[in-house]
């Protein structure tokens, strides 16, 4: 198993720009959710879901969309890029019936 | 919603000693997990040891140990016999298993163990 995979590892944008974060996992987990991290902080909530078809909003969910269309897929999408949304990105999954996020790798977002 | 407060940003310790990160929270629920994530400079997230808040017996995995004080709302972890590649950011995190299975974490404490 691969777990839980993210890509880009690193992007770099102009303000106003759009992009999509990627992230998948092959443990066919119904949750998973999107954190981010700015420097020196913990993670906060973005956007997460409970399974196909069903997103629902986090702690800090402007400025970002997403989807779940598939169990495996859950990207995130940036709609115009902001300076203050340079951070370290996470994807995470777990089960209905357990306790324990799985993590991704993160990508390192940097808007100019 | 749920509060997560590590209150020491940063701590050091000497290899092979023991040391001991705070934290406490807020809920108004009574079924919750607690957790302890380590993020080394490669800032993968790495689960340390994990505590049910049903469960009054404090968890212990080999040199990790914490101290759960449910009527305080204090969730420490302690640190025995500390390595070096025990430096790390350690974030503390709060579960409320009817919310999706989402984490609160804590601003997190930044551990430097000294040879």
């Known amino acids: 198993n691969a777990g839980v995979t993210q890509t880009p590892k690193f992007q770099v944008l102009k303000t106003g720009q759009s992009m999509t974060l990627q992230c998948a996992q092959d443990m066919n987990h119904e949750y998973m959710s999107w954190y981010r991290q700015d420097p020196g902080m913990g993670l906060r909530l973005i956007h997460y879901s409970v399974g196909a078809g069903i997103t629902d909003q986090g702690e800090v969910p402007n400025g970002y969309n997403v989807s779940r269309s598939t169990t495996e897929d859950f990207p995130l999408r940036l709609l115009s890029a902001a300076p203050s949304q340079t951070s370290v990105y996470f994807c995470a999954s777990t089960g209905a019936y357990t306790d324990t996020q799985y993590f991704g790798p993160g990508t390192r977002l940097t808007v100019l | 919603a749920q509060t997560v407060t590590q209150s020491q940003p940063e701590m050091s310790v000497q290899e092979a000693e023991t040391v001991t990160l705070s934290c406490t929270y807020d809920?108004?629920?009574?079924?919750?997990?607690l957790f302890w994530y380590k993020q080394p400079p490669s800032r993968q997230m790495i689960l340390v040891i994990r505590q049910e808040a049903y469960k009054q017996q404090n968890a212990t995995e080999n040199r990790f140990s914490v101290n759960f004080q449910k009527a305080a709302k204090s969730f420490s972890l302690k640190i025995s016999d500390s390595q070096l590649g025990d430096t790390a950011m350690y974030f503390c995190?709060?579960?409320?298993?009817?919310?999706?299975?989402?984490?609160?974490f804590g601003g997190g404490t930044r551990l430097m163990v000294k040879p």
């Open positions: 809920t108004s629920e009574n079924n919750y997990y």
């Open positions: 995190a709060f579960m409320n298993n009817n919310a999706g299975n989402m984490l609160t």
